[in-house]
């Protein structure tokens, strides 16, 4: 068979395939090019979740009839004027999305340019607003059209052109929502742009621009986005960051442990105003967190890193969609040191959705009681002027009424005598009064041999004895090994492990730093490697699988944390052991101290596994469950 050049259409159709792979793919092309436009407005709109009808509307700067001709020829962009494929500040680039997209389907741009001081291409057309289509690949030409400003481009049929592609679509919601996690990406990285999703009928996103006072506050306009997107949760228990090393800097916001998922959908990376999804910095963000929760959590975080356009190479996925650092280790590095900043600073301090699932928790349940008039009725008679328990208005309460009421939790009595609640104040015990420089208060009870009640200024705090002293025995833990190193132990037998070639020079190029961990290594000839001496703490452990395992993370990460972790998990499951058991009484000079060495401590907020080990209650937030707000 000769060879032949292939027909524009069916490349065009090829090309497709690549950046065209459902609806979102679309939306996400359509909606990059108003936002280089200059748009601060961008509609969108689908019907049958993209699959009949997409259509995008911006007032950007918008085309003229020959630059409409040359949009949808194929490597035809505006966005590389010098030529230079390093140096690049658009979204796009390739000039490939519009010819790709009017091959599948039916594509309508109808677009008025904006008036300019060199208005001689607009005086010459009347600057008005043009129509193309294109229809399968079949473009045609420019005519008048009707539009007050900006791109109107309208897509219907999606892979009518190609049939077999829409076997792979998947049902109309799921593909309402991959468009709409495309335009959240979008809008996190632009709150001086409003945008609107609708699909049929139904608004499924509303976020309107930022007004220009906010904007003049970049972090509180961020953060103002942020909370509209990912929930006012969020925005309530999120960290600033903002870090800078060498010439990358890192901003935006980390949710506390507490606030978790069990996915990690909630995790956004934008670089240089570019939503994108690399391993490296979900590595980076699980390594940040990785003492504070457990493995199937996933924290909430929003980070944009910014850097010169030579450090990052955004050319290496048709969709734009991965990137590539020049120095991939300064990145990780700083993402991982500012989130742990972020979170040392943030102390003893714990979600507030905490809180707010507690008081749901004691929200009161529908239960059926038997009417006064019912045989089973036990209480007292009805009664026509009933003022209430601790009325205060000026009638005294009835105290046989209240005798009476009282009766009827008479064998509940000896349950206050438990010795699973325990007031040390009324027993001699602790009396001083919360005060407004202990955040976590004063202890006031023990309930359960497990559970603190301590009273603060404002409210009251629950805390759990065991999860709280365990997190200050970790972190005393972690101090001593970082002030002392790592204990080593020395092998009577080294082990050998054999590796592939890369995996072992990978390793051994890290030596130094896995000896500073307790881990010794050295080359044993091509694609092996010797273990001499191993961190004490491990004991008798599988070393053949913990190199392999580093040699993997190394590979896929390029970093370990195998090591560290079983180090660090081995240092919780001591920490566990030696905290205070649940069901040990605690007197009130005990249960003080613990509160305040919580204060003092970065991280005790959560235990090792990302559980809350206080819960905080406000005095007005107790008050609304008993009625009285």
């Not at 600033?240 to 978790?260: C, F, K, Q, S, W």
């Not at 040699?551 to 920490?575: P, Q, V, W």
Request: glycine residues 8%; aromatic residues 4%.
């Amino acid at each position: 068979m000769s060879i032949r050049l292939l027909p524009s259409n069916l490349i065009n159709q090829i090309a497709a395939g690549e950046v065209v792979e459902r609806p979102a793919s679309v939306v996400k092309e359509l909606v990059e090019n108003a936002v280089d436009a200059g748009a601060t407005r961008i509609d969108v709109t689908l019907r049958e979740g993209g699959r009949s009808l997409i259509l995008v509307e911006d007032d950007g700067c918008g085309m003229g009839p020959q630059e409409l001709l040359l949009a949808v020829e194929r490597h035809a962009t505006s966005k590389l004027p010098d030529d230079d494929l390093v140096h690049i500040h658009h979204f796009g680039f390739r000039g490939e999305a519009l010819p790709a997209i009017g091959a599948v389907g039916r594509l309508t741009i109808i677009s008025r340019a904006r008036k300019t001081k060199d208005a001689s291409s607009d005086q010459a057309h009347g600057h008005q607003a043009w129509a193309l289509t294109v229809d399968g690949g079949v473009k045609g030409t420019p005519q008048p059209a009707a539009l007050s400003a900006g791109t109107r481009v309208e897509l219907r049929d999606l892979f009518y052109a190609v049939p077999a592609r829409l076997k792979f679509l998947k049902t109309p919601r799921s593909e309402a929502n991959a468009v709409e996690e495309v335009v959240a990406r979008l809008a996190m990285a632009h709150p001086a742009i409003g945008f609107t999703l609708r699909d049929e009928d139904r608004v499924i996103l509303r976020l309107p621009a930022i007004s220009d006072d906010l904007l003049a506050d970049a972090r509180a306009a961020q953060l103002q986005r942020l909370s509209a997107i990912m929930g006012r949760d969020f925005g309530d228990n999120a960290l600033a960051i903002d870090a800078t090393r060498e010439n990358v800097r890192l901003h935006g916001y980390a949710g506390l442990p507490t606030l978790n998922r069990a996915n990690a959908a909630h995790q956004y990376l934008f670089v240089n105003g570019r939503p994108v999804k690399d391993r490296l910095v979900i590595g980076a963000i699980r390594g940040a967190y990785q003492d504070f929760l457990a493995r199937d959590r996933h924290p909430l975080v929003a980070l944009f890193v910014d850097l010169p356009p030579e450090e990052v190479d955004v050319n290496v996925h048709p969709a734009k969609a991965e990137v590539r650092f020049r120095d991939a280790a300064l990145v990780r590095g700083l993402i991982v040191s500012a989130i742990r900043h972020s979170l040392a600073a943030a102390g003893h301090r714990a979600a507030t959705t905490v809180a707010a699932q507690t008081l749901g928790a004691f929200q009161a349940p529908q239960m059926q009681f038997s009417s006064p008039q019912s045989p089973a009725w036990q209480g007292p008679p009805p009664q026509s002027n009933w003022s209430g328990y601790g009325h205060r208005g000026g009638n005294s309460v009835n105290s046989g009424l209240v005798d009476r009421a009282l009766a009827g939790f008479a064998p509940l009595a000896p349950e206050l005598e438990r010795p699973s609640v325990r007031m040390e104040a009324a027993h001699g015990g602790s009396a001083q009064q919360p005060q407004a420089n202990y955040p976590l208060g004063v202890a006031r009870a023990q309930l359960h041999e497990n559970y603190i009640i301590a009273q603060t200024a404002d409210g009251l705090v629950i805390v759990d004895q065991h999860a709280a002293h365990e997190r200050l025995v970790y972190e005393r833990m972690k101090e001593a090994l970082a002030s002392q190193g790592v204990a080593r132990q020395a092998l009577l037998i080294p082990e050998v492990v054999e590796l592939d070639g890369a995996s072992a020079d990978r390793l051994l190029a890290r030596s130094e730093e896995l000896a500073e961990l307790g881990l010794v290594i050295e080359s044993f000839g091509p694609g092996t490697v010797v273990v001499r001496e191993v961190p004490a703490l491990l004991g008798q452990s599988d070393i053949q699988g913990l190199v392999r395992d580093m040699a993997d993370e190394l590979a896929e990460l390029g970093a370990t944390h195998s090591l560290k972790e079983r180090l660090e998990d081995i240092c919780g499951t001591m920490a566990c052991h030696s905290a205070v058991r649940s069901g040990r009484r605690l007197s009130a000079s005990e249960m003080d101290a613990l509160l305040r060495q919580m204060e003092a401590t970065p991280h005790s907020g959560q235990c090792n596994h990302g559980r809350p080990t206080y819960v905080e209650l406000k005095l007005a937030d107790i008050e609304r469950l008993f009625g009285r707000r």
